[in-house]
């Protein structure tokens, strides 16, 4: 079990940061969440999950102890993978799932990419007794990674939960006046969550 990786970042891609440690470049897999918040060449630090596969080995990585400690827990429910829990997670933070599965919101579960209405009910019922009640703790302001326009982040993540390149496009450019009403470098964990809505509507 690799709990945390912790080193200079060596770089950055839309769905993947690679962490050198002790001259090993150390591939992690994150939501654009928790890519946002790491630079090139500046120290970073990530609670990690490793997922042991017949085929593969693959390092998730997460902001903090509580976000892995939820998306491990997310994989404790059937039909939850490890690809699912993050999707869930990059819509939503750690809080957000326990506040909606403690209400039995539908709706929100129903917003991640991969789970229609009848999942979501399942999932609401293997998960009440195991997120726990929500900690009132707000998710963290993230600025954008370095390596990556707004637009090409948004793009890839979508790509990356499993939408079509059309579908991808065709969001970005519904969340395009968002993000540039908020000026500057938009954080790209809201303009996601606000892309898959308009997803969402047009299904």
Known sequence: MIAFVSGPVAALAPTTAVIEVGG????VQCTPDT????????????????????????????????????????????????RLAQAMLAVHSPDALRA????????????????????????????KDRLGAP???????????VTASWRDQLHAALLGLGYATREADEAVAAVTPQ????????????????ALQTLNRTR
Do not use: C, H, N, W
């Open 24 to 27: 090993i470049g150390m591939a």
């Open 179 to 194: 993000a540039e009403a908020a000026g500057g470098e938009p954080p790209i964990g809201q303009l996601l969550k606000a």
């Open 100 to 127: 909606a599965v403690a209400s039995g919101d539908e709706k929100a579960l129903t917003a991640v990419p991969g789970i229609g209405k009848k999942g979501a009910q399942k999932l609401l019922l293997e998960l």
């Open 135 to 145: 900690t009132g703790t707000a998710p963290a302001a993230v600025g954008s990674a």
């Open 35 to 82: 890519l946002s918040g790491l630079r090139v060449g500046q120290e970073a630090r990530l609670a990690t999950s490793l997922v042991v596969r017949e085929d593969s080995l693959t390092l998730y990585g997460f902001a903090d102890d509580d976000e892995r400690q939820v998306f491990e827990l997310l994989q404790t429910a059937s039909g939850v993978g490890p």
